[in-house]
């Protein structure tokens, strides 16, 4: 079918808005060349300028035929190849140059996603795989546009009014496929997987290039009405407000995210606005095309993210502008599009799904086939460049194109090579007037002040006493100070150049092999290591080696590190260790003496109380008022020697480690009751006023052993009373929180001085006691710190001299039981104590329940002793009470 001539007014404008495509090629050459780094630039803009004549000739040799030649069943063209436009029509040849530019721009937004890291020959071949593939899916949407049937996908419904898929979204899937095979440049991520931002070179060329593509815009989205006629000019309006919208949104976002403007969040925004509403600009609304740039923005920076979550380098933001912003314009004709002026007789939901049918093929073929190709032929030859020439820059690894500021660099380089920091301004022969030569000239004086700075460092160095070397990765000593001679013995030139493997003590070496080998390979920084040498003189010396690895451009170079002789230390250490070790066997030999003392010591100071009490009770004969008086004050000294004599005990048994507890549910409240019930009548004595805060916590369960914590909780409550001010308070306060209760004991005594509180709760410390004439032994506290610990608790204190002392116990809840459970576990622990119960001596003071009275014995009673006092002691005990059976049934049996 013979192309249809068009008014001379539609080629003019197609020629017109070609021209506006065209200079889209400066926009993206700017954008990406200030987007890029200084030592890339040059490569960046020889590409954008080589991919466009390459992709210009290309379709016209067969782009153009493939895409608008007459169709072979809606799948490929088949005319028009090489087109001659020496005879052409006049509108034949302006379609032509009109797609030229598309074809152009497509390879171009490629160039920006692999730049700073691809060889130039690798780029041209992506741009005949691009050139090649892009007319291919472009003739399923547009072809039959010049001639013919349509593509098999615009019969199915689908529609792409400018190019979001064609163009741009072809162009995202080649360049993501480019960008997975070349991977991301040296630097943009590191190890740990954070990212690492790569500053553009020149901004304000990137914005003038944004504001290039822009404009070009007008063109690209207006031509593509093909006709100069009432409908370009809403066109070319929803293309300006939806970059707007873009650019607005993105603006904002990126305030929020980033905490200021981000200068490219606007830029990016604007681009993925233009390329959003290309599918649509000419079958949406106003209000529309707003939207579909606001959303257009908020999916690039979504997947801007995405791809820097999974470290995928695209240097110039290509992806996210042209792929995810393509992928949702091209969605949205099918969401907003008006069907009239869509005219593919579909509903809105088949629309959408022949969007999504688009969308697909087109990932399908480029993405799919791009990144089959593209893995094929970098097997054949890498598209990425040496690791050096990276480094290097392409300007100069790829087409030998330097500038003065290149030129100070490598002769930086070289200098840095070879050692000689020479005269840059003479070497080079620089202007000093340029901005160059003036740093060439501040590179000198800079040189100058470093040499002097290295000859001092030098004479600190060489005039220390401890050690500094330097070895290759390998372990060779390159360099060694003269404390390195005086500690092994060895001079200079013995050393350098010999492996540091043969100082080391025979049985060190290998563990040290292994040490820094871990450091080399994990690229530690610095580690301290402390080992033994062995002199020239046969002498093992300990040292204390801090080594620093030292790297280049993120790779070992070399070993850093000094030496300290810590001989003496060393040996002074091993002295005190077999001193403290002494002191520990015999500490726990005196506890374990104490601890197995406590038989001997209890059973004589037993029968002393219980015949004393016996005395004191007997009905028989009653002692007079002279003898009673004795015989308390009897039980009182025996009584305050069991006491000291218990804490003693206590504190040998915990330091042995024989002490043993039964930790079990305690209630709280019968515990405080009992314990303030013992304690009320010494506080009575004293005119010490007590008062109890922990009524509601009376229920709540401690996980504690019970007698345990009642000697706690008497020796904190006996200490509050002792050490107070005449008339003074002891408050008992309770607190819960996190499974943990906190019970505090305040006094308004003394206080206790800030530099005595270190020493509290060490034993035999009787801090106040001074003052007081208060008796003890001063392991009180030693005492109940340990037991509290031995109770997964804790003991703390809170003191202000002249107002008094707070001691908080912190031990774990159980959990709390129903009320009901509560209270029938708190009657069955008081019948239990009160059954048991004992004097403070360890002596019975009541029959157990049950026992008869006398005449109707029933009790046979067996009491194994081998004392002779304490045998007497429970014949005279038993005699009084009402079992007589025992002598008359059978005899007793002393052991």
Known sequence: MATAEKPLLDVLWLLTTAVLVFLMQAGFLFLETGLTRAKNYINVAVKNLVDFGLAFTLFWAFGFALMFGATNGGWLGSTHFMVSFTDAKPWLTAFFLFQAMFAGTTVTIISGAVAERIRFRAYIVIAIVCSTLYPLYGHWV????LQGAPGWLAARGFVDFAGSTVVHSVAGWLALAAVLIVGPRLGRFEADGTSRPITPSNVPVVMFGTLFLWVGWIGFNGGSVLAFDGTVPGVIANTMLAASGGLLTALGVGWLRYGYPKPTSPMNGALAGLVAITASSHAVSTPAAFLIGAVGAVVMMALEAALVRWRIDDAVGAIPVHLGAGIWGTLAVGMLGDPAILGTGLGRLEQIGAQLLGISVAGALTFGGGYVLFRLLNQLAPFRVSREDEIKGLNVSEHQATTELVNLLLAMEERTRTGDIGDLVQALDFDPFTEVGQVAEQYNKIVAQLEGQEKRYRRLVEGTSDGVFTTDTRGHLTYVNPAISAITG???????????????????????QVHYLKQLRRRAPETVLELPIVTQSGEQRWIEQTVTLITKDLEPEAFQGTVRDTTARKQAEE???HAKEGAEQASLAKSQFLSSMSHELRTPLNAILGFSQLLDADPIEPLTPSQQENVEQISRAGEHLLELINEVLDLARIEAGRLTLSIEPVEL?????????????MAEQQQIRIRDETEPFHEYMLMADRNRLRQILLNLLSNAIKYNRERGMVTVAADAAEGRLYLSVTDTGPGIPEHQMTALFEPFNRLGAEATEVEGTGVGLTITKQLAELMHGSVSVMSRPGQGSCFTIELPLAETPEVEEVEALGTAMTGAGSAAEAAP??????VPDGVPEAGTPVWTVLYVEDNPANQRLVQQILKHRPVSSYSRRRRPCWV
């Open 142 to 145: 547009w072809g039959g546009v």
């Open 490 to 512: 060895y001079k200079k030139d013995q050393l350098i150049g010999t492996h540091f493997l043969p100082l080391i003590a025979p049985e060190w070496k290998r563990r040290v």
């Open 841 to 846: 001596n360890g002596v019975p003071n009541s």
């Open 669 to 681: 409240g019968l515990l405080l009751t009992e314990t303030l019930a013992i304690t009320a009548p």
């Open 575 to 577: 002295a005190l260790l």
